[in-house]
């Protein structure tokens, strides 16, 4: 066989998928061409497999990170923004610094952020990235893809933009010139004419995703904006109901709730995904769940603002496609899915045990079952492909992509584990990463990127760091 791996021995694997399947009885899997050819006990090696000895090790299928900003990787814990809420903070981190970011400065932060991910074992990120503005000197969406393809993940780019200048942005210090909304479209036909895949399988994506479309784009451009993603057959994302202000906003500007305007806008559905959704009516979740709309759930980021607690569990039901991002370093300063999806697994089951109500006879205990650590793994891996779109990606069985972390519990932290399967999600910390695997290309091994120099990275970062500081 030519590019075959054999992986033996792994003490457990979880699959991505739902109820019984969620786990496999296998301890091998035979990989070639970049696909699972085979699952099963006790495989036997073929001439000239390469063979992976997982003993004492956990399989999962590789993260899908559904929600970042990889150009705040150099903006994390902000002095000025550390202890504030979201539209504060907008101000003073990320508004403020965005004017920094040349093409030498992204492409750092990105390979940062992608590293950070890719340690923690995720394999297909999508960034919505939004520092877009005419006569850019550089053409930022294909330096995104550049550095992601150098380092053998899954890109997926949420094209952001505004064509307007919201009320946060209009002053001396943040104004940021806007697209024209026929420039933007035109810009993201062209990004998408280059990197956008269909199919099985696909390396690369692009979604039409407006910064925020309740202020970032003009009322009569929404329904334009749709028509345009879909015309060009890419799904579409935006920022929605991450705090209390976009009800107030909603209510009085257009005088209906968030997801009722989008509704009137043609901006819900299979092919549209919303970051955050921390506040919503119970009416809202229901036209979300009833249409199959998207969301990417940012529990840490949601945390760190103040936000709240989004309602993922119930959307879940619903009938929505849930999914996890890390959200942008800048208000998230470990933006990586092994703590995020640690974080989900306990805040769902704090929240429902603050809400239960005590009873006098006795039995107010619940919420301890409200999440299971198979429903976040699969809201993490399958639930974020189907989202985005990357079909056959996102589960381990046979047929799909090998993409898959296998995580070597030798830390202190893991000793004990009555169920080895559940460690990386309960047990917190970061399991050294003995092997993770993009389209059967081996990515990371014994817990280090083939041919990147940490030490040089970590240098520059610290030099940006410093040169941001004095410059801002």
Not at 435 to 440: E, F, M, Q, T
Request: a negative charge; charged letters at 20%; aromatic letters at 6%.
């Amino acid at each position: 066989m030519t590019n075959s791996i054999l992986i033996k021995n792994a003490h457990s694997i979880l699959t991505g998928r739902r109820g019984d399947d969620a786990r496999s009885s296998a301890s091998d899997l035979r990989i070639d061409q970049g696909v699972i050819i085979e699952m099963g006990r006790d495989l036997e090696a073929q001439p000239g497999e390469r063979i992976l000895d997982a003993r004492d090790c956990v399989i999962y299928p590789g993260w899908v990170n559904t929600h970042h900003h990889l150009f705040q990787s150099l903006l994390k814990g902000v002095p000025a923004g550390i202890n504030l809420t979201l539209s504060p903070w907008l101000q003073a981190v990320p508004f403020i610094y965005r004017r920094s970011f040349h093409e030498e400065r992204l492409r750092l932060a990105a390979r940062i952020g992608i590293v950070e991910l890719m340690l923690s074992g995720c394999t297909t990120i999508a960034d919505h990235h939004y520092i877009y503005y005419p006569g850019m000197s550089y053409d930022a969406s294909a330096a995104l893809f550049d550095e992601a393809a150098a380092l053998g993940v899954r890109f997926m780019l949420h094209r952001g933009g505004a064509t307007v200048t919201r009320k946060l942005e209009a002053n001396d210090r943040n104004y940021f010139e806007p697209e024209t909304l026929d420039g933007m479209i035109s810009e993201i036909e062209r990004t998408a004419a280059r990197f956008h895949q269909n199919g099985v399988r696909p390396r690369t994506r692009v979604a039409m995703a407006p910064t925020t479309v309740t202020v970032s784009v003009q009322r009569n451009e929404l329904k334009l904006i749709a028509s345009a993603a879909r015309s060009m057959g890419i799904p579409m994302h935006t920022h929605m109901s991450e705090s209390v202000t976009f009800m107030e906003h909603c209510r009085e500007a257009f005088g209906c709730l968030p997801i009722e305007y989008l509704a009137e806008n043609e901006w819900i559905g299979p092919d549209v995904s919303l970051a955050h959704l921390t506040h919503l009516t119970d009416a809202e979740m229901r036209i979300l769940g009833a249409s199959g709309t998207g969301m990417a759930h940012c529990p840490q980021s949601n945390a760190r603002l103040a936000d709240g607690i989004a309602s993922a569990p119930a959307l879940d039901r619903l009938g929505a496609a849930v999914s996890i991002g890390v959200d942008g370093a800048a208000s998230n300063e470990a933006a990586d899915m092994l703590s995020e999806v640690h974080f989900c697994w306990l805040m769902h089951r704090a929240h429902a045990g603050a809400a239960t109500r005590p009873r006098p006879e006795g039995a107010g205990e619940a919420g301890a079952d409200s999440v299971t650590v198979e429903q976040v793994v699969h809201w993490a891996t399958a639930g974020g492909a189907r989202m985005l779109g990357f079909d056959g990606v996102g589960t381990l069985a046979v047929g799909q992509a090998a993409d898959l972390a296998v995580y070597d519990l030798d830390a202190p932290r893991y000793f004990g584990l009555h169920d080895m399967a559940i460690g990386p999600v309960v047990s917190a910390g970061r399991p050294r990463l003995k092997w993770l695997l993009v389209d059967g290309r081996i990515v990371v091994e014994d817990d280090a990127i083939p041919g990147l120099d940490m030490a040089q990275l970590r240098a520059q970062a610290r030099a940006d760091v410093l040169c941001l500081m004095k410059d801002t």
